[in-house]
């Protein structure tokens, strides 16, 4: 018999809390700037009161399960990477246990690592991934270090990580490209998508592509409204050419997203020709986390 | 009969100015930190005093021409692009005349445009690339913004532009890779070209194989001076597909450089199984400068 649970997807900048009922409800969340980057040393006790403190009161029996970036080497306690194939009930077996205070513990998930050629990581994205529940399919979690999943026969086989969202941002912040850049006004988002799904498949790649920002602008051939559309199509194009080929042409893609990434990656994985499935972090997060935390050692 | 020439390579950042005697020979250079960026509105001719008014006073009657950014709109005038494909007699049948002083002109020539695809332009490079004396051939010419240009019947055909210099810097610099980078020792330098010349032809592509410059430190697999150079060998090998992807593939590349830059590219050039044929920058200007200078009409 499922018991609430509190739970929070504790990142680098921010932190999630919620307090989920028996049947999976989310009877309050509390969304805060308390990443794990904002926490002193030995701060991490008082820092979950502030984020769930009211959470235990109002239920003094929920297990409470912390993932992400909070198990890191920077986090409270490193908790070791699960590698990957790993099934829900082997991420689950990998987690560890810090104490709260002398009568409560709180279980922190591990990450997940992947040895696929490059060494890669992940820490969060694979309670999401869980939550997905998938048997068999690929999934994309979107994001500053975008990351794609394989799932297979139920286990996470592989994954990988994309820079996307941190060459997005140094592209359009701090290159040459930049420059030029405007806010996008009428048709500009549309028409710069267009031009940077175009460029995605050119031949010369990114380094090439990429500078088309500049020069079709200068030329007066595009508005300096569409440059930051232009950037963002052509790398997620990249993103996801990069992943078909390192997983294989599917043609249904699990699309974990809100907002304007759900948009953004949900228009080119369609332009793509892809199904695109969509759930939102905080449903993904949920479930996941849930699932995990059942098959923890009571 | 050649007379002395007095030529500059005028860049945004930095300015190189040259006495050239008759036979080519280069009597005196001046390398400053004048680029057309630090010349106020008006200030070119007191500039060029400062750069090159003794080179007029040792040589009277030498004309005087000027190449790359002071020809742009931030420059001196903006002298127009010539659009490819270009022959030499195109580009100096481009140039423009700028009034020194009351008695004497200078030649500003021309950048070039090329309309391949992607609209993309240069200027400066097109002097070193005729400097090169190419009846046919593909020329190489690395930097923030690399150029490769195809050379037929004399004429430059087209040409393309790759931000990799840029986007190394802001990889090494501003991204979370450059957190765990050291400056290399040992053998740092040889493992991380090795490396990222392995991961520039990986299925997932650049936002994919840049990432594990910081998984495979933190994995303690790379040691934290192999990632400048990794991140080197990833983007020059990306650039080097992607050029050959353009341009065909080639078994000998005519590149333009010194230093660093010749021995990164000539390196990965050859590790691709090219013939590299290297020209310094300022060898080439000089020769493209008086090909071009004979080319004006007196």
């Known amino acids: 018999m499922p018991k609430p649970l509190i739970a929070l997807d504790w990142g680098t900048t921010r932190a999630r809390a ?71 009930e082997e991420i689950a077996a990998a987690a560890i246990r810090v104490e709260l205070d002398g009568s409560t513990t709180a279980t922190i998930l591990p990450g997940l690592s992947c040895d ?23 999934a994309c979690l979107p994001g500053t270090h975008s990351k794609w999943a394989e799932i297979k026969g139920g286990r996470i086989t592989r994954f990988a990580s994309f820079m996307t969202g941190e060459v997005y941002g140094l592209l359009r912040e701090s290159s ?15 028409d710069g998508a267009a031009r940077g799904r175009a460029a995605a498949t050119r031949a010369g790649g990114l380094l090439n592509s990429a ?19 232009y950037l963002s199509a052509l790398l997620v194009g990249q993103e996801i050419a990069g992943a078909r080929s390192l997983f294989g042409k599917r043609t249904e893609i699990h699309l974990v997203a809100d907002g304007a990434l759900a948009e953004s990656y949900g228009g080119e994985l369609a332009a793509a020709g892809l199904t695109v499935r969509t759930t939102t972090p905080e ?8 699932r995990l935390a059942a098959g923890l050692v009571a």
């Not at 509390?30 to 979950?48: K, L, W």
């Not at 500078?211 to 559309?229: D, I, K, Q, S, Y």
């Not at 449903?283 to 849930?290: K, L, M, Q, S």
């Open 211 to 229: 500078f088309a920002a500049r020069t079709e602008v200068l030329a007066g051939r595009m508005p300096g409204g569409a440059v930051g559309p």
């Open 18 to 88: 919620f307090l989920i009922s028996e049947t999976g409800e989310v009877m309050q969340r509390r969304i805060a700037d308390q990443g794990i980057q904002s926490v002193p040393a030995g701060g991490y006790p008082a820092a979950f009161e502030a984020l769930a403190g009211d959470f235990r009161r109002a239920a003094p029996d929920a297990p409470i399960v912390l993932a992400g970036m909070v198990g890191s080497r920077n986090g409270w306690v490193e908790a070791a990477y699960a590698a990957c194939p790993a099934s829900p």
């Open 116 to 138: 696929d050629g490059a060494f890669d990581v992940m820490r969060g994205e694979e309670t999401l991934i869980v939550g997905l529940r998938l048997t068999d399919g690929l």
């Open 176 to 190: 040459i490209l930049g420059r030029l850049a405007e806010a996008p006004a009428g048709s500009d988002a549309a």
């Open 283 to 290: 449903a993904a997060f949920i479930a996941g986390v849930r």
